[in-house]
């Protein structure tokens, strides 16, 4: 009896080591995987932030030089006597850097405001198909120059939103400027709306552009990341457009999906609700999607 009591005290006592010594070995994994873990995270941001310093660089100098040199020449006019057809061209030359920069700056402080949670919207019913007409007019003039066909497939019977008429003009003039960015000469654009059963309104901007893979398309959604970061073309822009561009679409209680398939083309679905519906959220996590 006493054998077999100390047979069992012994069975239990080994029993107790294993299972201390297998929860040391699972701590001791968990722990080498977060900091694994932690450790990407930490090279992936310092990376993104070395693209960034190097991104702006360019993003700021170039216009400022632009402005500079230009300007320079026209302060010299009583020196040298520039013809007027010139110095409408460097006043025209200095006004489009000035803009390009004026965006850029703006884009980088509506980030911050809504990294800081203080990113509000001015709420009210918009009629759609407005303004999905008016950021087409301003951009026509950009797809000519590239090659690309424009086309609007909207219903005017469109049901209306609730929300901010300027930011979302900024969101869809953002997402079809880039498609017609990335779409080769001879390619198209295509925006086409479409009501939904539960009131909402789903539009949808297509081309048939360069395309992204499922790495790339996640590098673009990351505030201040660039696919193909080493191509120095200017009007690639901060890398956050499209961020700023999803923000703005889940404060308005809406969705942004891109599907994209590398040398095909890209689709934006920008989900709204109904009218009766807005959401208010204005916190660090609601605005930049990174709640979950």
Not at 45 to 72: C, D, Q, W, Y
Not at 236 to 242: D, R
Request: glycine fraction near 8%; hydrophobic fraction near 40%; include cysteine.
């Amino acid at each position: 009896m006493l054998s077999n009591s100390f047979a069992k005290g012994k069975q239990n006592t080994l029993m107790s080591d294993y299972s201390s010594l297998l929860g040391d070995a699972v701590l001791r994994h968990r722990t080498r995987t977060a900091e694994h873990a932690a450790r990407i995270e930490a090279e992936l941001a310092s990376k993104v932030k070395s693209e960034f310093i190097a991104n702006m660089s360019h993003e700021l100098r170039t216009p400022l030089n632009t402005v500079m040199g230009f300007s320079k020449l026209l302060t010299e006019h009583d020196k040298r006597k520039l013809p007027d057809s010139e110095i409408v061209e460097y006043a025209k030359l200095i006004h489009d850097a000035a803009t390009h920069l004026l965006s850029v700056i703006n884009d980088i402080l509506d980030i911050s405001k809504m990294q800081s949670g203080k990113y509000t919207l001015d709420a009210r019913e918009v009629v759609l198909d407005e303004i999905l007409s008016a950021c087409l007019s301003s951009l026509r003039l950009l797809a000519k120059e590239a090659n690309v066909e424009l086309k609007l497939k909207a219903r005017y019977d469109l049901p209306r939103v609730r929300g901010d008429a300027v930011k979302l003009r900024q969101v869809f003039t953002n997402l079809i400027s880039n498609a017609v960015k990335f779409t080769p000469p001879g390619g198209m654009v295509t925006v086409d709306c479409h009501g939904r059963a539960d009131g909402g309104t789903t539009i949808y901007v297509r081309d048939t552009g360069i395309g992204m893979t499922p790495e790339e398309l996640k590098i673009a959604l990351t505030p201040f990341g660039q696919v193909d970061s080493g191509r120095t073309r200017w009007r690639e822009g901060t890398g956050l457009g499209l961020p700023i561009a999803k923000a703005l679409v889940e404060l308005h209680g809406g969705e942004l999906e891109i599907m994209s398939t590398k040398g095909k083309g890209t689709e934006v679905a920008v989900s709204l609700p109904p009218c009766t519906f807005v959401t208010v959220a204005q916190g660090r996590d609601a605005v930049l999607g990174q709640g979950s």
